[in-house]
T-cell receptor
Framework: AQSVTQPDIHITVSEGASLELRCNYS??????LFWYVQSPGQGLQLLLK??????LVQGIKGFEAEFKRSQSSFNLRKPSVHWSDAAEYFC???????????FGSGTQLTVLP | NAGVMQNPRHLVRRRGQEARLRCSPM?????VYWYRQLPEEGLKFMVY????????ESGMPKERFSAEFPKEGPSILRIQQVVRGDSAAYFC??????????????FGPGTRLTVL
């Protein structure tokens, strides 16, 4: 079955440290991949997306993600984390034609001062 | 350009009552999607609608749930005879019909439904 896996339920980093959140997908063709962020009690904000082309995509708030077909991964990175980045992060994909998003289980990010 | 709007933001219902959740898509968007976020279960797709059409309802529970997106007005997710297990956050998303962004969904703030 097609799925998205976020292996890290919870990650804690210190402010100013680098961050990498993992995402693996299981899908035959190249999916459309997304990262969303959700602050407590809020909706989901789109950070970045990958459809095709350059495998390194830049997003908002200084985030980037790299699509690696050989590893079926789409990991999210940020070189220097800010306290305001504390939130839950969701990786998601769609096949394009199906339209519906399939989400990973999310990674909760805690940022230490 | 206003984002996706949902109301109410919080809704409390007693078991057996009806819940109506509203979603107004972003300006220029004609596709609407509903998702449910249950504790310990994550975000799950429910239904995909275009104006006056249900395109994909594969994620909708078979009973008590319905959705519509009329020609005029917001999309409505309706839950009849609510039960405690319906307590969740319900999110609406929208996307444009065509163009470079057609496969990108933008989410509203959600409606938190609590069933007493």
């Amino acid at each position: 079955a097609q799925s998205v896996t976020q292996p890290d339920i919870h990650i804690t980093v210190s402010e100013g440290a680098s961050l990498e959140l993992r995402c693996n997908y299981s899908y035959g063709a190249t999916p459309y991949l997304f990262w969303y962020v959700q602050s407590p009690g809020q909706g989901l904000q789109l950070l970045l997306k990958y459809f095709s082309g350059d495998t390194l995509v830049q997003g908002i708030k200084g985030f980037e993600a790299e699509f690696k077909r050989s590893q079926s991964s789409f990991n999210l990175r940020k070189p220097s984390v800010h306290w305001s980045d504390a939130a839950e992060y969701f990786c998601a994909y769609t096949s394009g034609s199906a339209r519906q998003l399939t989400f990973g289980s999310g990674t909760q990010l805690t940022v230490l001062p | 350009n206003a984002g996706v709007m949902q109301n109410p933001r919080h809704l409390v219902r007693r078991r057996g009552q009806e819940a109506r959740l509203r979603c107004s898509p972003m300006k220029g968007h004609s596709h609407v999607y509903w998702y449910r976020q249950l504790p310990e279960e994550g975000l799950k797709f429910m239904v995909y609608l275009q104006k006056e059409n249900i395109i994909d309802e594969s994620g909708m529970p078979k009973e008590r749930f319905s959705a519509e997106f009329p020609k005029e007005g917001p999309s409505i997710l309706r839950i009849q005879q609510v039960v405690r297990g319906d307590s969740a956050a319900y999110f609406c998303a929208s996307s444009p019909r065509a163009g470079a962004d057609e496969d990108t969904q933008y989410f509203g703030p959600g409606t938190r439904l609590t069933v007493l």
